[in-house]
């Protein structure tokens, strides 16, 4: 999401909210709810987390999206700016997409509580054990879709280790993916070499275990997200309309390992074929990602 002369919305956002016809009242609110700094509420819930959700793209344009975890506390902000105390992994592609002057999406979602509040911005500078970044746009999120869980600490004695994936899945992979009820998803507002640096946003997609559908194609494994009526910002199939590729990440939250996937998104509409209550259909094709096996000292219940 990148804003224009007069709407806190680009091209690609406005074309989706045209089809879905939300466009008339995103006018309106989204001058009322997207803001240019943080407000008190959305600054407090961000730095009593111990884990954030966060979207950058790589020196080709992909996005991707990650967690980056600490004590409560690791994340400080004021108003215009927010400083985040650790870095990505050095296995994690995000460490070299957090650079200066980059666009980068934060998450914060508190998934005990269903809050959920989101940020993006551009970095400002990195240093040897954190970043600072400047803020763009500051906007909540309602607590749809997002599943409750409690997160506890473990002990990690082993180091974060990299494994490849291919556009055909793994079976571990597609078993991660076919009890997920939870993923996020990063994606950029730019349509050519360099332009990626626009904006970054890196959103939540929640549903029963099982909402994501997987299918074989002659090129890969595709994955099928039922869209269901949210916010009507059509921040992430926005972006996708400008540029197709997107960052996925999936959680295990019972070890700790994370799962990164680059895709190509587009949207189906009006679809015979989708999920009951669902508008329309997300479909997803992997290009390739990788796991970060006992990348996070957290678990959740």
């Excluded at 556009?167 to 076919?178: C, G, H, M, N």
């Excluded at 890196?202 to 099982?210: C, F, I, K, L």
């Excluded at 869209?227 to 921040?235: E, H, L, P, S």
């Excluded at 994370?258 to 989708?274: C, N, R």
Aim: glycine fraction near 10%; charge should be neutral; proline fraction near 5%.
């Amino acid at each position: 999401m990148t804003a224009t002369e007069d709407t806190p919305f680009h091209a690609g956002e406005r074309s989706v909210q045209d089809r879905a016809g939300t466009r008339a009242r995103m006018a309106v609110a989204g001058a009322r709810l997207i803001r240019d700094q943080m407000p008190d509420q959305h600054r407090e819930l961000f730095e009593k987390l111990p884990y954030l959700i966060v979207g950058a793209a790589d020196a080709s344009g992909q996005p991707w999206a990650t967690v980056l975890a600490g004590e409560p506390g690791f994340v400080t902000t004021t108003p215009h700016e927010m400083r985040i105390a650790t870095l990505p992994s050095p296995m994690d592609p995000v460490r070299q997409a957090v650079r200066p002057g980059a666009a980068i999406g934060v998450l914060g979602i508190e998934l005990a509580t269903r809050r959920r509040n989101r940020m993006n911005g551009r970095v400002r500078e990195v240093g040897p054990s954190g970043f600072a970044v400047d803020v763009v746009q500051s906007f909540g999120n309602c607590p749809k879709y997002i599943q409750v869980r409690q997160h506890n600490r473990a002990s990690r004695d082993q180091k974060v280790t990299r494994l490849a994936e291919a556009a055909v899945l793994s079976v571990a992979a597609k078993s991660l993916i076919e009890r997920s009820d939870t993923f996020f998803i990063a994606t950029t507002s730019g349509q050519g070499a360099g332009d990626w640096t626009r904006g970054v946003d890196v959103s939540h997609r929640g549903g029963d275990p099982g909402f994501v559908g997987l299918q074989g194609t002659a090129e890969g494994t595709r994955l099928l997200v039922p869209d269901y009526a949210g916010n009507g910002f059509f921040n992430t199939l926005g972006n996708l309309a400008l540029d197709p590729r997107a960052g996925l990440l999936f959680i295990d939250f019972a070890n700790g390992h994370l799962l990164q996937l680059a895709a190509q998104g587009h949207v189906v509409w009006h679809d015979a074929e989708a999920a009951p209550g669902a508008d329309r259909t997300l479909v997803l094709d992997i290009a390739g990602g990788h796991w970060l096996h006992d990348a996070l000292d957290l678990r959740w219940e």
